[in-house]
C-alpha cells in the first residue's frame, strides 16, 4: 500500500537523539506513512540504531559519501512516495498526534498548501522550555493565530517566519517541485519550502497545539548562526525581494531580514580574521537599512583582528 505520508529524517551521529525520533514517529496514531532515514554518519553509527527498529515503513538509506543537512533533505525528497511529505530533523520529535492532526484539513481542502502547528522548545536532556516556546512562537508570529485556515500566507511564510517547515508541517510532495529548489538554499532550505508553499495564493491550516518538540543545544542546526547558513538566508531574501509575486508583502521586514543576514555573516568572517569579506557583508547590510550593531561590526573589520574579535 502506498503510504499517505513520507517521513524524511536526515541525520548525522545523534544515535540517542534518532531513538527519541523514530520512538515518537512509530507512536504516531495515523499509520499511513514511510520513514525515509538518510544516514549521513556511516554504518558503526547507524546500526545499532536498525538492530532496534524493524518496522517496515523504515527505509534506511546510507551515502557513501557525506552529503550535509541540505543534500540529505534533499535526497530523501527525491525518494518519497507518499501524496505528502514532512520532515523530522534526527534530534526532534513529535506528539503521538501530530499527523492525525495535520493529515485531515489537507485531504478536506486541495487549497490548502500546508497544514502545521505549533510547537514546544526542549533542551538538550528533553526538557520542555515553557518560557522559550512561548517567546519563539510570539517571535514568529503564531502566539495569537487562530486555529483553522488562513490564506494567502506570502507575509506569514517570507517575513515572519511563521511556517517552521523542518519539524512540525505536512504538505503536498507535488508541492516541492523538486527542479527548481536551488542549491544555494543550503540549510536555510526550510525558507524555501514555505516560500513553495505560499505560491499562487495557496492557504495553510494552522493548529495551535504544540504537537512537535523541537531541540536546542550547541550542535543543533537552529541553535547555529554558522556563515554558511547566513549566506544562504542572504541568497534567499534577495530572491524574496525580486520575486513579482510577493510585491504584496511590506519590504520592510524583507530588508530588515536581509541586513540581518549580512550582518550574522559578516561577525562570523570578522571572528575568522576575514576583514575585506567581512565588509563586503556589511555593505550589503547598509545598503538595505543598517543599524548601530552593523555600524559597530563595521568598525570592528577596520581593526586589527584582536581587536575586531573582541568588540
Given at each position: 500500500m502506498t503510504p499517505t505520508v513520507s517521513v524524511v529524517i536526515p541525520t548525522y551521529c545523534r544515535r540517542q537523539y534518532l531513538v527519541e525520533a523514530l520512538d515518537s514517529l512509530l507512536a504516531q496514531t495515523y499509520p499511513e506513512f514511510e520513514a525515509i532515514v538518510g544516514n549521513d554518519g556511516g554504518s558503526e553509527y547507524i546500526e545499532p540504531v536498525k538492530d532496534k527498529f524493524t518496522d517496515g515503513r523504515i527505509r534506511w538509506v546510507d551515502h557513501s559519501a557525506r552529503?550535509?543537512?541540505?543534500?540529505?533533505?534533499?535526497?530523501?525528497f527525491t525518494r518519497a512516495e507518499g501524496k505528502y511529505v514532512a520532515t523530522l530533523h534526527d534530534d526532534d520529535r513529535w506528539d503521538p498526534r501530530f499527523l492525525e492532526t495535520l493529515v485531515p484539513p489537507l485531504e478536506q481542502d486541495p487549497s490548502i498548501?500546508?497544514?502545521?502547528?505549533d510547537i514546544h522548545i526542549i533542551d538538550e536532556h528533553g526538557r520542555v522550555d515553557p518560557r522559550l516556546s512561548d517567546?519563539?512562537?510570539?517571535?514568529?508570529?503564531?502566539?495569537?493565530?487562530?486555529r483553522g485556515v488562513h490564506r494567502?500566507?506570502?507575509?506569514?511564510?517570507?517575513?515572519?517566519?511563521?511556517?517552521?517547515?523542518?519539524?512540525?508541517?505536512?504538505?503536498?510532495?507535488?508541492?516541492?517541485?523538486?527542479?527548481?529548489?536551488?542549491?544555494?538554499?543550503g540549510t536555510a532550505y526550510d525558507l524555501w519550502l514555505a516560500r513553495q508553499m505560499a505560491r499562487d495564493g495557496a492557504g495553510a491550516w494552522y493548529e495551535p497545539?504544540?504537537?512537535?518538540?523541537?531541540?536546542?543545544?550547541?550542535k543543533s542546526q537552529t541553535s547555529a548562526r554558522t556563515l554558511e547558513n547566513a549566506r544562504a538566508n542572504v541568497y534567499l531574501y534577495r530572491q524574496f525581494l525580486a520575486d513579482p509575486e510577493l510585491d504584496a508583502v511590506p519590504r520592510r521586514p524583507l530588508r530588515r531580514q536581509l541586513a540581518g543576514h549580512h550582518y550574522a555573516a559578516a561577525v562570523n568572517l570578522i571572528r575568522d580574521g576575514q576583514r575585506q569579506a567581512a565588509r563586503k557583508e556589511l555593505a550589503g547590510a547598509l545598503a538595505v537599512g543598517g543599524t548601530r550593531r552593523v555600524a559597530l561590526a563595521l568598525a570592528a573589520s577596520l581593526l586589527p583582528t584582536s581587536v575586531g574579535r573582541r568588540l
Open positions: 552529503k550535509g543537512l541540505f543534500g540529505n533533505t534533499l535526497d530523501g498548501s500546508v497544514a502545521f502547528c517567546a519563539f512562537a510570539r517571535a514568529n508570529g503564531r502566539a495569537d493565530l487562530q494567502p500566507i506570502y507575509k506569514m511564510a517570507v517575513a515572519d517566519k511563521t511556517l517552521p517547515m523542518q519539524v512540525s508541517a505536512v504538505f503536498p510532495r507535488e508541492r516541492l517541485r523538486l527542479p527548481s529548489f536551488p542549491a544555494q538554499a497545539a504544540r504537537l512537535a518538540f523541537c531541540r536546542q543545544h550547541p
